[in-house]
């Protein structure tokens, strides 16, 4: 199942403590799908995923200028 967290809109730091917390949240084996607007808060939120261990599965920007990250935990 894959949990979505979107943070469209937000300003740093916002979606990074958000995705924080619900990336402490998450069991193993867990996909997360965060949802940001902002090229800053795509790189610090993969950061923190690899700092916490974290696989990133993929990394898609869409027609709306929307990231779209996916996050296993391990």
Same mark, same amino acid.
């Given at each position: 199942?894959? =949990? @979505?967290? #979107?943070?469209?809109?937000?300003?740093? !730091?916002? !979606?990074?403590? +958000?995705? %924080?917390?619900? =990336? #402490?949240? =998450?069991?193993?084996?867990? $996909?997360?799908?965060? *949802?940001? @607007?902002?090229? /800053?808060?795509?790189?610090? *939120? *993969?950061?923190?995923? &690899?700092?916490?261990?974290? +696989? $990133?599965? &993929?990394?898609? +920007? /869409?027609? #709306?200028?929307?990231?779209? $990250?996916?996050? %296993? &935990? +391990?």
């Amino acid at each position: 199942m894959v =949990m @979505t967290l #979107d943070l469209s809109g937000e300003v740093c !730091p916002v !979606p990074l403590v +958000k995705s %924080r917390r619900a =990336m #402490d949240k =998450m069991e193993s084996g867990e $996909i997360l799908e965060i *949802i940001v @607007t902002s090229e /800053d808060s795509k790189v610090n *939120i *993969i950061m923190a995923a &690899k700092e916490l261990g974290m +696989k $990133i599965g &993929k990394i898609e +920007k /869409d027609k #709306d200028g929307k990231w779209h $990250i996916l996050i %296993r &935990k +391990k």
